[in-house]
């Protein structure tokens, strides 16, 4: 008898009342992503502040760092956990096992520049997928991400633009349209390990229509977006 090989986990012919639902989570992705958001808002904090050089020349760095840590942990959230948690539904939607997994070495590096250099360069981890993804599966799985980005980052650039910068509340919509445009369109860069490669390699105009529209919003966005800079 032929083996009968399954690609997804919809495949598999359990019934209704056997079929296994895998967990949604575990503590290890729990723990792995709450380090990694700490590091990262910590990083962007530092770099915001403009480094220890930054600080160190300033009348009260540490509040100048709380302040910016404020906007980089909702940065963070929004741009960040927002972004791995629809990478981990849409592979969960196929039937697939995904958990978010962080990458020390790209967080050790994300810390220390942000710290000494005052710039951040991350790549913090990534949703790792088991159980056989097909081509249409892997690409819509990688765009899902830079979506929830382009969703979060229109909704408050809107928003921004009806409020204004002159309020904390117009602040904070503009950092948030800012990081998720940004993130979003570098996300879907088509090369290495980003998401633009997965997509491009499953629908070449669905990746072109959303990267133009992304680099459309950033370009909108640089001339209007005043990122909040740390009070001194």
């Keep these: ?19 296994p639902k895998p967990p949604l989570t575990s503590k290890t992705e729990i723990l792995h992503l709450l380090v990694s958001m700490a590091i990262l808002s910590t990083a962007f904090a530092f770099s915001m502040s403009g480094g220890l050089i930054g600080l160190i020349r300033i009348k009260d760095p540490i509040g100048v760092l ?7 942990i909702i940065g963070i959230l929004t741009g960040f956990f927002f972004h791995e948690l629809s990478h981990k539904l849409t592979a969960r939607r196929f039937g697939l096992w995904a958990e978010y997994r962080m990458f020390p070495a790209g967080l050790l590096f994300a810390l220390i520049l942000g710290i000494f250099f005052g ?18 599966e892997f690409g819509r799985i990688a765009l899902a991400g830079p979506l929830a980005n382009l969703v979060i980052g ?16 117009g602040s904070i919509l503009g950092f948030v349209a800012m990081i998720n445009i940004f993130l979003a369109f570098f996300n879907l860069l088509p090369f ?17 229509v959303v990267i133009i529209y992304s680099f459309a919003l950033l370009m909108f966005s640089l001339g209007r977006i005043f990122v909040p800079y740390p009070k001194v």
Excluded: C, Q
């Excluded at 709380?66 to 980089?72: H, V």
């Excluded at 710039?119 to 249409?136: E, I, L, M, S």
């Excluded at 229109?154 to 509340?169: K, N, P, S």
């Design 192 to 208: 290495g390990p980003l998401d633009g490669k997965k997509v491009i390699a499953w629908n070449s105009v669905v990746w072109a």
């Design 154 to 169: 229109t909704l408050a650039l809107v928003g921004y633009l009806h409020v204004g910068i002159d309020t904390l509340y």
């Design 119 to 136: 710039f951040v360069v991350a790549a913090p981890g990534a949703v790792n997928v088991w159980g056989g993804a097909r081509r249409f």
């Design 66 to 72: 709380i302040y910016s840590l404020k906007f980089s």
């Design 1 to 19: 008898m032929e083996r009968k090989v399954y690609y997804s986990f919809y495949d598999i012919p359990f019934s209704s009342h056997s079929a």
